[in-house]
């Protein structure tokens, strides 16, 4: 298994460019999401899927949109890049269903180094 | 608002002693909390998980303690070794899968 896969693994963007991040999984996971992770703030979620063509917003969903067409990819799209939007992004995936007593763990990327100028 | 809260940027530990990682959360419906370990350029792996049903768990050389009353949870790590320098992240849910929500992290430096 190759886990969860994103690529690029780096990017620089000048200002109002747009670019899709590409998430995979082969896990067969029902849930898939993205988070950013920013010095001193921790990983903040951005978007989540629980299935294919379900999606819904998390913390920090503004400028960013996604879609999900097949349980194993999740690409997150950015419209219109902004300086703020310099981060590094991470996707992760799990199954969505209960474990007794235990939480059933999110398996993540190696993240992309996304750069906006 | 941070749910979840770090207070510790960055500790320092000698190798074969006790590693004390602290977190703090606000809300009460959280059920689940987990520790991942990130190294740079890669991307966060879990560690260890305890739910609100429990105060301990263990795994090896790492337990977590949970303090409901308190709102607290701790991450210890005995004894430390230099591969054990990373970033700690506390994250905690309200479900047992699902969207978590993240502290800051925890630096920790092992020094032989």
């Known amino acids: 298994n190759a886990g969860v896969t994103q690529t690029p693994k780096f990017q620089v963007l000048k200002t109002g460019q747009s670019m899709t991040l590409q998430c995979a999984q082969d896990?067969?996971?029902?849930?898939m999401s993205w988070y950013r992770q920013d010095p001193g703030m921790g990983l903040r979620l951005i978007h989540y899927s629980v299935g294919a063509g379900i999606t819904d917003q998390g913390e920090v969903p503004n400028g960013y949109n996604v879609s999900r067409s097949t349980t194993e990819d999740f690409p997150l799209r950015l419209l219109s890049a902004a300086p703020s939007q310099t981060s590094v992004y991470f996707c992760?995936?799990?199954?969505?269903?209960?474990?007794?007593?235990?939480?059933?763990?999110?398996?993540f990327g190696p993240g992309t180094r996304l750069t906006v100028l | 608002d941070q749910q979840v809260k770090q207070n510790s940027p960055s500790l320092s530990v000698q190798e074969g002693r006790i590693s004390i990682l602290n977190c703090d959360y606000t809300?009460?419906?959280?059920?689940?909390f987990l520790w991942y370990k990130k190294y740079p350029a890669e991307g966060p792996t879990f560690l260890i998980s305890i739910s609100s049903i429990k105060d301990k768990n263990e795994d090896g050389r790492f337990t977590v303690f949970l303090n409901k009353s308190a709102k607290h949870l701790s991450l210890h790590i005995v004894p430390s070794q230099p591969g054990d320098s990373a970033v700690y992240f506390c994250a905690a849910s309200v479900n047992p899968w699902g969207k978590l929500q993240f502290g800051a992290g925890t630096q920790v430096v092992v020094t032989p």
């Open positions: 896990m067969n996971h029902e849930y």
């Open positions: 992760a995936s799990s199954y969505a269903r209960e474990l007794i007593g235990s939480y059933n763990e999110q398996f």
């Open positions: 809300n009460s419906m959280f059920d689940y």
